[in-house]
């Protein structure tokens, strides 16, 4: 006949159960939690980027813009995805707007609900191509990671990151945040602008530098 187990015996079974159960849960939710930051930034937020062409002169704050009618640079990069993605102004015969972004800047997150509306009210020329590059990263300021802040923003265009001595931005000539460059069809610069604009003022700028206004 089995032994009957004593009161105090069968709560310290209990008791050692209880214990178990809740060190599995704990390494459980801790492994669903590192799958979660390892999910979070599987994304490369900076990116080697090489540039085939002269880089542009620097974007004037006043004056003259010499970067006008040069041949824009080619850009071969990364996706934050990790895909290889090349930006090659001219190469498919149609205009390209590029937009340099930093995820901190308050005016490059003004700036995107701007362009947002642009394209949902069909502003936007139906040939040209809007490309995103997120530039100066820094993991301590806000809205890091970059891949991220763009989702939430609803960008709606394609981006690639930028590399971390900031190798895209200089071979445009960027200034400030957000900067501005749109390239014809030939592939040859027709306007740089940094800082925010309006609705207006983008669609106008757009159009008079690929000569559609």
């Keep these: 006949m089995a032994k009957k187990l004593s009161p105090k015996t069968l709560i310290a079974i209990i008791s050692a159960a209880i214990a178990v159960a809740a060190l599995v849960a704990i390494i459980s939710d801790g492994a669903k939690d590192s799958s979660t930051k390892i999910r979070a930034t599987s994304a490369k ?5 090489t540039v085939v062409g002269v880089d542009l002169p620097r974007t004037p704050d006043t004056g003259d813009d010499t970067g006008l009618g040069l041949q824009a640079p080619t850009l071969k990069g990364i996706t934050a995805g990790g895909m290889p993605m090349t930006i ?16 901190w800047c308050p005016h490059c997150n003004r700036e995107i609900p701007v362009l947002n509306e ?4 069909g502003l936007v020329p139906d040939d040209l191509t809007v490309i995103g590059i997120t530039t100066a990263t820094q993991e301590g300021q806000p809205n890091y990671p970059p891949s991220q802040w763009l989702i939430e923003k609803q960008w709606p265009w394609a981006a690639m990151p930028d590399s971390e001595n900031q190798d895209a931005a200089k071979a445009y000539g960027v200034a400030g ?28 700028s757009v159009r008079q530098a690929l000569s559609l206004a």
């Design 88 to 103: 090659a102004p001219g190469s498919d015969g149609k205009p390209m707007m590029l937009v340099f972004l930093a995820h």
């Design 177 to 204: 945040y957000p900067t501005y460059v749109v390239v014809g069809a030939d592939g040859l610069v027709k306007y740089r602008s940094s800082g925010e604009k309006s609705l207006e003022e983008v669609n106008n």
């Design 118 to 121: 642009w394209k949902a009210q």
């Design 45 to 49: 937020e900076i990116q080697p980027v």
